[in-house]
């Protein structure tokens, strides 16, 4: 029976980064049930599992809404006003002590790629520090350099609808994406060509035309004998790669040894298979989607991977093309980061020098990195953090030192809804507002949509981050970088330059379109005088001039994976990591009983043959170990198609087996730091 007083509210759903449309029923102030917009265009009433959880994770059940404070006697609960007047005097202290670039912030996933992190950027730079920390250094970030290399922008947001071949490297929307799949659907019953190039027959594999079993870590030399295939063939645009490309000559040159045989060799894909995905893909363009995910970069050779496909991309001309790797046009609203104003390079960020790529694209500093700064205090003390939307203790590499050195922290505070493993270590956690309780501005560029996320209902003494970091900015001299009185005031000044008015945002709660979608537009621009793609040399870059001068190949050269080219008899077995699962996130999502049905346990998923070697079935437990850690795990033996034998999966975000405990902190892809854990080399034992 439906309570008299049930209200509904339309806004955006945050339990993914998908942004699905969203009904919230609220009855007596409390959420009740969440379900699908209909007349969302994004995802058209559907939500995945997570969308409806959304009622348990806003749910005031064990969720931390006084601000706590650790003393000897475990954590006590203080009032708002005490924990940030403490906060801004421990922040103050170390800035005298140490310095102000002794202070960081993380952000993490389940605040990003909006104004929230930004304002986080804007905080600490304004305090003084270029310290900005986030999960994105082991995110999108890899794909994002690797076709900015290229391109000049990455390629986050294709026109799927319109596509006539998509290639999925290493990336799994159904589970990841679910309203993207949507579009991919949407594109197969009109007769686009799905083409899934991964280590596991993924759901979105069994949905494809095309599967490419590959060996962990060996895309590159599959986009490299694609591209030997479409030149060899004719498949190539020939008037796009001379006005547009630069390097074309030393690529082509380059891929004449990938061979499908020697493909076939370092991938373990049969050759036919190759000339196939070769074949659609050339007949097909230009509307052609390469997408990637998480699969290619979490590797040594992850970027130039990434890099390699986009330079199919570029060779058959789908950069902006129909049905292809769509460039969005920006909404126009302002930005809040402060580095023109304020660059802060002279500080040293932490890992700018290592890691210069990293830095000049993305102005991140490299977590991994600062673990080992926060223990060695090399090249500098590092000895404060706010955390805000994350659980790096179980989502970063090498969870073990990730502890260690929190732990060391004169300060920590983390910004939380729920104890994690990493607020456990905080000396504060502060009660902080769900998806629900604030307002922010999102923007779908693949759709060209803009929209406006509803702040349904306020929580006493529970803060948005914007009015966080405004109540200390004002305690200590750095005020006036937060000017507004709140949110909302933000939100205005944000939207000013776009000419959209809040009020008309909000009205649009179904999306906000604010510009056509339109193709090609290099050519226009290319018309006018302006630089067609956003590179250094305005072109599509087969080659780049700029990693050669950093000492890098010009060229997206492959190389094959360590347990590849090095194999370790000790450790005999590949692990991939991260495989997501639809009712999970990350770390989130394990204390609902709900899901806890669904998958119970962390597991590793291993093939048959390898089960039989190890004399393992499943519900067995085993001890993995890689040159890091072991964990202890229970066994789940796939079916033979799943997984290549040798290859084995763990899901993260476990704390009773937590695979980062076993991943790697100290190899790296050199170009962009990210860390190892795809193609780790593990050894299994039965317990
Ligand atoms: N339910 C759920 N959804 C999520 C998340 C979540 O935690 N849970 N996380 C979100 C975030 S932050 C991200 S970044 C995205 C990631 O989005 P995706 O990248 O689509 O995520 P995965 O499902 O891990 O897909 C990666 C695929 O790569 C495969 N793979 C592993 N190694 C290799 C390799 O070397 N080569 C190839 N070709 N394939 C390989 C894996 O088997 C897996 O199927 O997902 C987002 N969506
Ligand atoms: N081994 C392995 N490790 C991986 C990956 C992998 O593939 N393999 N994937 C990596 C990737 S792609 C990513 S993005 C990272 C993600 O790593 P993290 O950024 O650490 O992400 P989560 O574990 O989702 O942590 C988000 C935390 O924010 C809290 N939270 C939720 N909503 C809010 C909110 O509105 N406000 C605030 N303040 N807090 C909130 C949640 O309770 C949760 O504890 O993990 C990485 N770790
Ligand atoms: S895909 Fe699921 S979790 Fe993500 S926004 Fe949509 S309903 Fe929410
Ligand atoms: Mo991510």
């Known amino acids: ?103 960081s912030v993380w952000k993490g996933e389940a605040i990003g790629f909006a104004q929230q992190e ?92 095309l599967f490419l079993q590959v060996k962990p870590g060996t895309d590159g030399a599959v986009a490299h004998g694609i591209m030997k295939l479409l030149i060899d063939n004719n498949m190539i645009n020939e008037d796009f790669v001379k006005e547009y490309t630069v390097g074309y000559e030393k690529l082509a040159e380059y891929v004449k040894t990938f061979t499908p045989e020697f493909v076939e060799e370092q991938t373990g894909v049969a050759k036919e298979l190759i000339i196939e995905a070769a074949r659609l893909i050339g007949e097909r363009a230009p509307a052609v989607v390469n997408y990637v995910g998480n699969g290619l970069e979490h590797h040594e050779n992850g970027i130039n991977n ?8 570029g060779l058959i001309a789908a950069f902006d093309a ?42 991140e500093c490299h977590t991994m990195t600062a673990m080992d700064t926060i223990l060695s205090e090399d090249p500098y003390p590092l000895k404060g953090m706010i955390i805000a939307g994350a659980n790096p203790v179980l989502t970063n590499p090498n969870s073990e030192k990730v502890a260690k050195a929190l732990s060391s922290l004169e300060l920590l505070v983390s910004r939380e809804l729920y104890m994690t493993e990493t607020s456990e270590l905080a000396h504060y956690i502060i009660p902080s507002a769900s998806y629900l309780e604030r307002s922010e501005i999102h923007c779908h560029g693949g759709k060209q949509l803009a929209n406006l996320t509803k702040r349904i209902y306020t929580i006493d003494g529970v803060q948005d981050e914007y009015q966080f970091l405004h109540d200390i900015a004002h305690r200590l001299d750095f005020g006036d970088y937060f000017p507004w009185e709140n949110e909302t005031e933000l939100n205005k000044w944000l939207l000013e330059p776009t000419g959209v008015t809040l009020e008309e945002l909000e009205k649009h709660v179904d999306g906000y379109k604010y510009a056509p979608m339109t193709y090609n537009k290099y050519e226009e621009k290319a018309k006018n005088g302006q630089k067609p793609f956003n590179t250094p040399t305005g072109k599509i870059e087969f080659t780049s001039e700029y990693l050669k001068d950093l000492g890098y190949e010009e060229l997206p050269e492959y190389f094959a994976p360590r347990y590849v080219a090095e194999p370790d008899e000790e450790f005999p077995i590949a692990l991939i990591t991260g495989a997501r699962k639809v009712m999970f996130y990350h770390g989130r999502n394990r204390n609902f009983a709900r899901t806890l049905t669904a998958i119970p346990k962390a597991e590793i998923e291993v093939h048959p043959v390898d089960a039989e070697k190890l004399g393992v079935v499943t519900g067995d437990m085993v001890k993995v170990t890689s040159k890091i850690g072991s964990i202890d795990i229970a066994v789940n033996v796939v ?33 962009d730091g990210f860390p190892l854990m795809k193609a780790v080399q593990i050894k299994v034992e039965k317990i």
């Not at 995110?139 to 690797?146: K, T």
């Not at 998509?166 to 007769?191: C, F, R, S, Y």
Request: glycine share 8%.
């Open 1 to 103: 029976m439906t309570n008299k007083n049930r209200e509904v509210h339309k806004t955006l759903c945050r339990m993914c980064d998908d942004h699905c449309g969203i009904n919230v029923y609220m009855e007596d102030g409390k959420v009740v049930d969440i379900d699908g917009n209909n007349d969302h265009p994004w995802n058209n009433g559907r939500l995945c599992v997570k969308g409806r959880l959304g009622v348990d994770f806003v749910k005031q059940g064990d969720r931390i809404l006084k601000p706590l404070k650790k003393t000897e006697n475990g954590f006590v609960e203080i009032s708002l006003e005490q924990a940030l007047d403490e906060i801004a005097a421990k922040m103050q202290e170390l800035k005298e002590k140490y310095g102000a670039r002794s202070m």
């Open 118 to 209: 930004e304002l986080y950027r804007r905080f600490i730079h304004a305090y003084g520090s270029p310290n900005y920390f986030s999960n994105d250094s082991e995110c999108f970030v890899g794909r994002w350099i690797g076709y900015s290399l290229v391109a000049g922008s990455w390629m986050s947001q294709p026109d799927f609808v319109n596509s006539k071949c998509i290639v999925l490297w290493g990336a799994n929307p159904p589970h990841a994406h679910p309203n993207m799949t949507q579009d991919i659907m949407k594109a197969k019953e009109n007769g686009c060509k799905i083409i899934a190039i991964d280590s596991r027959l993924s759901a979105i594999a069994r949905q494809s035309d």
């Open 306 to 313: 990434v890099r390699a496909v986009a330079c199919i991309d």
């Open 322 to 363: 129909k049905g292809g790797n769509y460039m969005p046009i920006g909404f126009g609203a302002r930005g809040l980061c402060i580095y023109d104003e304020k660059p802060l390079t002279e500080l040293n960020p932490i890992g700018r020098d290592k890691f210069p790529v990293l830095y000049d694209f993305r102005e």
């Open 639 to 671: 079916s033979e198609t799943e997984i290549l034998p040798g290859v084995t999966q763990i899901t993260h975000g476990w704390k009773e087996a937590n695979v980062n405990e076993i991943t790697h902190d100290d190899i790296f892809d050199p170009i």
